[in-house]
């Protein structure tokens, strides 16, 4: 079967960084999504991964590594409006979007 | 700014009764839009793909008697919740690309539906 996991939940402080992992099992791949999603809002776009390395946008950066079916979302300088859940989802061949269950992330000042 | 526009943002209804729920590409041509639900604390559950002009294409374990997709242009999908029941009441979000591969999804704002 297909599936993406990531934690449920991380708390971090006001300031700091934080780093959301994710891994998947997909019948292939055509690039790893990082979205957001405030309570009660829709996702927002955040982040595409398609090759191997360190995407690097402001304070958000997204690291992919294709050989061993991981990702990691790394947020710098946290304020308390990153509180959210970020939502990790790889295309697989079929252009099918799998999503994960989710990372709820708590900040705290 | 927005791409995609989701209405009614908000709905209440009576049991028994339908509700549509109309998606919106604003500056791009879909040919294949997107439905999602999602439970409170839980993730994004796909319920169907939407194709232009033709049938949309349902995920296992969903009525496509009670949740009847038309996409009936390249920037319009709806969704009609027939007959809803309590059971029903979910966040519904569409989203659209405007290519493969590469293109994320944009998201409509959604629509809390509240059935009484």
């Known amino acids: 079967g297909q599936n993406i996991d990531q934690p449920t939940e991380m708390t971090a402080t006001e300031g700091a960084i934080v780093q959301i992992n994710c891994t998947y099992q997909t019948s292939g791949f055509n690039g790893l999504f990082w979205y957001q999603q405030h309570a009660g809002e829709a996702p927002t776009f955040l982040s595409y991964n398609v090759l191997d390395g360190l995407e690097e946008k402001g304070r958000f950066s997204s690291f992919l590594s294709r050989s061993k079916g991981y990702s990691y979302l790394l947020l710098k300088e946290l304020q308390m409006k990153d509180s959210a859940s970020y939502l990790c989802a790889v295309s697989n061949s079929n252009y099918q979007l799998i999503w994960g269950a989710g990372t709820k992330l708590i900040i705290k000042p | 700014g927005a791409v995609v526009s989701q209405h009614p943002s908000r709905v209440i209804c009576k049991s028994g009764t339908s509700v549509k729920i109309e998606c919106r590409s604003l500056d791009f041509q879909a040919t294949t839009m997107f439905w999602y639900r999602q439970f409170p604390k839980q993730s994004l559950m796909l319920m169907a793909t939407s194709n232009e002009g033709s049938k949309a294409t349902y995920e296992q374990g969903v009525e496509k008697d009670k949740f009847l997709i038309n996409h009936a242009s390249l920037t319009l999908s709806t969704l009609t919740v027939t007959s809803a029941h309590p059971e029903d009441s979910s966040f519904y979000i569409c989203?659209?690309?405007?290519?493969?591969?590469?293109?994320?999804?944009?998201f409509g704002n959604g629509t809390r539906l509240t059935v009484t």
């Open positions: 989203s659209a690309s405007r290519g493969q591969g590469s293109s994320p999804l944009h």
